[in-house]
C-alpha cells in the first residue's frame, strides 16, 4: 500500500549485528550457565498448548498481512525489532521472508546497521522505526514526545496498527529468548548463506538433533494462506459470529512435532486430554513418575541464585517529555480486531483459566514479570489479580480480616521474592525465569530450565512459558499506549504498595480516559451479558468507548471505519473525509490549518485536536492557548 518502495535504494553495509545494549543494572548471565546446553526443548514448546499457540500464530498471521501498513513495510520493521531483540530465529525467519517478498539482499542487510533509521530520509518511515527501536529495547521508555512523533506522521489507527505489531513481535522475541526457537532447515540454509556478512550465526537456534528440527517455515505463501484461511470463514463485520480459526493444523505443520490435535477436555480441569493421565478425575492428570523422569541429570550443578540475585523492581520515574499525553485511550480503542483475536484469546486461556497453576500462582508469576519489565499498568493489574483471584476462593468472595495482612504481606514480598518465606522454592524457580526473561531476557539459560525440572512436569513448564509470552504482549502493547489503568486496580496498589515504595507512573490518567472496569469485573459483565441473551461488544465494553465494526467492503485490510474510500482497494487514506486523498490534500484534518503550518508549529496535521482536550488546534490558535496541552485552553 501507501509505504511500499519507500526504503529503495537506501543501502548501507554493514558486518556485524545490531545488539540491544544490556541494562546497566542487570549483570549478564555467567558464562558457565551460557554455555550449557538446552536439552529436549521440542517438549515444553509452547505449541503444546495448541489453543494458546493457535492464538499466537493468529495474531502473528493477522498483523502481518497488508492493512494500514503494507505487509513488506512490516516485515522491515519487524526485522529491525528482532535486531534489537537479539532474536536470531526471528531474524532469520524476517529476513527470508523479505527475500521470498522480492526486496533486495542489500535493502535487507541495511536494516542491521545500528545507525539505519538515521539513514532514512521519509519522515513518516523514521518515525515509525524511531518507534520500534525504542521498544525492541525497553517498551517503559516509550514517551510522550514518541507518541508526538508518531502522531504528525500517522492517524491514530494507524498507530494503533504499529503498536500492536510491536507488541506481538515482543511475545515472539521473547519466547525465543526463554526456550531458543529450533530454525527450520529452510530458513536455516538462507540465512546462513546471506546473513553472515552482517555476523548472523544459528546461536542455539541451531538444532541439537533430528528430533529437534522444525520443518516447514511460517513464511510466504504459508502466510498469506493463512490468512486467507481466517477470511474465508469469519464475518468481520458480525459481532456474534464464531471466532476465526485456521482450517489447517498451522501448529503441527511449523513444528512437526505431531501434538495431538484432541484438545478436548472432558473432565474440565483445565489439562487438554493428551497430557491428562487421568481423564475423568478432576483432581488427578499428572502421570505416575512424571516429575521423577524429568529430573536433570545426576551431574547437573544446582542453579546459582546469588549469581542471578539483584534489585530488579525500581520504582517508576518520570519520563523527560515535552508535551502531556492526549487521548492515549484511543490507541487502546483502535486496536486491529484482526489481531486482538488472537492475543485476546491467549490472555483468556493462560490468565483467566486454571491448569496446572491455580489463579494465584499464575498472577504471582504474572506480578514478578511485569516488577521486571517496569510495566506499571501491568504490576497494578498483577497485584490486584492475586488479591481478586484469591477473595474468589472464600465464601461470598469476602476475604476474613484475619487472613487479610497475611495475603498484603506476601503481595508485597514478591517485590524482592528471593528473600521472601511465603514463596516455595518451586515458585522461586519460576519467578527467576519470568524477572529475566521481563528484564534481559538475554540473562534466561538452560540453567533457568534445568531448575524448573527440579520441581515441575513439562507440562507445567509449557504453561509457566506460556504465561511469559502473553506477559511479554501484554507489557509491550500496555507500555507503548502508556495506558491509563482502571481506578480499582490503581487504587488498590497506591494503597498497598505504596508504602513499598510503588508509585503510579504514567499510568493514573485524566477520567477520560479512564477504563471502567478492572479484567475480572470485566469479564463477570461478560458472562452476565451472555447468559441473559445479549450480544456483548467485548471491544467497546472494555474500554468504555465505541469502537466500530470491523467491516471491510473493499477488501483492502483497512476496515470501513477508518477507510476514506471503503469502496475501492486501491486507496484508503482521507482523514477529514472530504473526498481528498491524504496525499493530496493540504490540511490533511480539515482544521483549517494546513500541513506545513502544523509541522511548524508542533501540532499534528493527522488530528484537529492535537492536545484531545475539545478545542480544535484552529481555535486555540486564534484564542492564544496550547494546542499541545490540555490543561490550557
Known sequence: MEFKSLLAGTVLATTFLFHAPALSDTPPAPEADQAIAFYDRQKIDISNLRDFYNGLLMSDAMIHADAMFDAETKWRLTLRQMIGAGSRHHIARSAYQLSLMGVPKDEITAIFAPNYVETLQDPRLKAAFTFIDKISHYPITVSADLHALLRRNYTDRQISELMQLGAINNASATHDAVLPIVTDQETLDWATANLSSVGWTPGPNAASSSAEQRTNPFVGQVLSQSVAEIDATWQREDLGAVDPTFA??????????????????????????????????????????????????????????????????????????????????????YWPRQAAFGTLAMDAYILQTERTFDHDEVWSIFFVYQLASGCVHCQAHGAFGIFDYTEDEYFQDEIPPEDLPGLISYIQSLLDFERSEAVTPAMKAAMRLARDAARLPSRVTAAHIEELRRHYTDREIQEIMAIIVVNAWLSSSMQSMATVTDQLSMSWAIRHLGPKGWKPGVHTGLPSEQRPYHMSQFFDKLFADMATGKVPDAASDWTGLVIPLATDQDGDGVEDAFDGFPTDASRWADTDRDGTEDRLDSDIDGDGLENDLELASGTFPYKADSDGDGISDAEERSASTNPLDPRDY
Request: aromatic share 16%; proline share 6%; no cysteine.
Open 248 to 333: 489447517t493444523d498451522w501448529v503441527n505443520y511449523i513444528t512437526g512435532y505431531d501434538v495431538p490435535e484432541m484438545t478436548f477436555d472432558g473432565d474440565r480441569d483445565g489439562i487438554e486430554e493428551p497430557f491428562d493421565a487421568a481423564p475423568t478425575t478432576v483432581l488427578e492428570w499428572e502421570a505416575e513418575g512424571a516429575r521423577a523422569a524429568n529430573l536433570p541429570s545426576g551431574n547437573s550443578k544446582a542453579f546459582d541464585v546469588a549469581a542471578y540475585d539483584y534489585a530488579y523492581f525500581q520504582s517508576a520515574s518520570a519520563i523527560d517529555s515535552t508535551v502531556p499525553y492526549s487521548d492515549r485511550n484511543r490507541f487502546d480503542t
